[in-house]
């Protein structure tokens, strides 16, 4: 699952305890584990070698230059949603042929700036905006591709603010209109419209909804083959789930025993766009523990990390195990687990310090007794972590550190108080 384990009564992030990591860089901090995001890049790569994916990491998952940069070296794309996305793949030195760019609301500057770069695909979500990238691409004389994002209409079973390929949201198009777009816009010669795109949601923690959504994707392709439309692409888009406890998520190899055969030998090339599955175990949120409260029967552990640091308890109702990197008396979890009740353990609230009853990052959690000065883990925060943090409450964001063995490098610095205002000066 990752490289944050136990040892000897204290977490180790790979070769180092995160205790002393805490100590040197202070609290709250993001820790990523390098080994992991390898480890989870390559199973990925492996369990569809078969079709010869291209693997675009979604940056918006965790956007960092060093990490993408780490990507882009084991021969990554990029998933971009934005302009600045865009601009982070091209520092971390993507080959701008991967970078795939996605997003309902594209802005004629950022197709601009995409086309300069050279992207590989645009994923466009509506006619009105293949009306506008064929504008555009036929205003600078030069020719896109692009593939048409199409909403299958299928349920991920997930939260219902990351269901994405439901009638009712707000991406892509039905298959209906899809065959339409085709008509109206998959013959001009400066956008090439040359596949479908799926994206149906995140986390996707079963097989069945890729299934659905990919059958019927080869159906329009097969479709249109037949109306004259010749496609060669397909892109499956992301999703697939980081295991929040102990085994939530299908492995790479479970959802490529099931994507794989759809797609053998169809002749179409074949993109993935993971973010959470890569970085989501790799990250874990170092927090000191500030005091502790308690308020008729309950117990509160005040950390100094909050909803501005880690937004997804809050936005989501995102569960995150969270427990101490030096347990007392030795209680080291086993497992981590959604319910866990180890003897020796009290009912507590985690929370931040911010003003909202909605910070906090665990509640009703049997936690070891905490004192103090205590750090404590948040685990699988490599996700939709650092990329959602904010400065709410003029809270300066916390740095990223990559481990690497016994080594560990500052990838993004604690932001200062003058970072706060730096823009308004
Ligand atoms: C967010 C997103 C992804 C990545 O989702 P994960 O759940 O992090 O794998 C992929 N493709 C698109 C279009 C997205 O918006």
Same mark, same amino acid.
């Given at each position: 699952m990752d490289h944050f384990a136990y040892r000897d009564g204290q977490l180790y992030c790979e070769e180092i305890a995160a205790g002393e990591l805490a100590d040197q860089v202070g609290t709250p901090a993001y820790v990523y584990s390098e080994r992991t995001i390898l480890d989870h890049y390559s199973r990925l790569a492996e369990a569809f070698a078969e079709l010869d994916p291209v693997i675009c990491y #979604?940056? +918006? #998952?965790? %956007?960092n230059v060093h990490i993408c940069k780490l990507l882009a070296e084991q021969g990554s794309g990029f998933d971009v949603v934005s302009g600045g996305e865009l601009f982070r793949a091209l520092q971390a030195g993507a080959d701008p042929a991967k970078i795939t760019f996605a997003g309902v609301g594209k802005t004629d500057r950022e197709i601009n700036e995409a086309i300069d770069a050279g992207i590989g695909l645009f994923n466009v979500e509506s006619e009105a905006e293949l009306a506008n990238i064929t504008r555009i691409a036929r205003e600078r004389q030069t020719q896109v591709r692009a593939a048409l994002r199409i909403n299958p209409d299928v349920d991920p079973k997930t939260h219902k603010y990351t269901t994405? %390929? +439901?009638?009712?949201?707000?991406f892509g198009v039905d298959l209906e209109r899809a065959r339409r777009a085709f008509e109206d816009f998959g013959r001009d010669k400066y956008l090439r419209l040359i596949g479908v795109h799926l994206h149906i949601g995140s986390? =996707?923690? #079963? =097989?069945e909804p890729y299934v659905e959504a990919i059958t019927k994707a080869l159906a329009l392709i097969d479709e249109l083959g037949k109306a004259g439309f010749e496609l060669e692409l397909i892109d499956i888009g992301g999703g697939f789930g980081a295991s929040y406890w102990e085994d939530q998520a299908p492995l790479a190899a479970d959802y490529a025993k099931a994507i794989v055969p759809l797609l053998r030998g169809k002749g179409l090339r074949v993109v993935v766009e993971p973010g959470r599955s890569i970085i989501g175990n790799a990250g874990i949120l170092l927090t000191r523990v500030q005091y502790l409260k308690s308020s008729g029967d309950k117990q509160f552990v005040i950390v100094d990390a909050a909803m501005n640091d880690l937004i997804r308890p809050s936005l989501y109702q995102a569960f995150h195990f969270i427990w101490p990197v030096c347990p007392a008396g030795g209680l080291v979890a086993a497992s981590r687990e959604e319910d866990l009740r180890l003897e020796g353990t009290g009912l507590v609230d985690v929370v931040g310090p911010i003003c909202e009853t909605g910070d906090f990052l665990g509640l009703g959690r049997h936690l070891p007794a905490v004192q103090r000065g205590d750090v404590l883990a948040v685990f699988? *925060? %490599? *996700?939709y972590g650092f990329a959602m943090a904010s400065q709410y409450n003029a809270r300066p964001r916390p740095p990223e550190v990559l481990v690497c063995g016994a080594d560990y490098r500052i990838i993004r610095r604690r932001e200062t108080y003058g970072d706060l205002i730096a823009a308004e000066r």
């Open positions: #979604s940056i +918006k #998952s965790c %956007g994405t %390929g +439901k009638r009712e949201t707000k986390p =996707v923690n #079963s =097989v699988t *925060a %490599g *996700a």
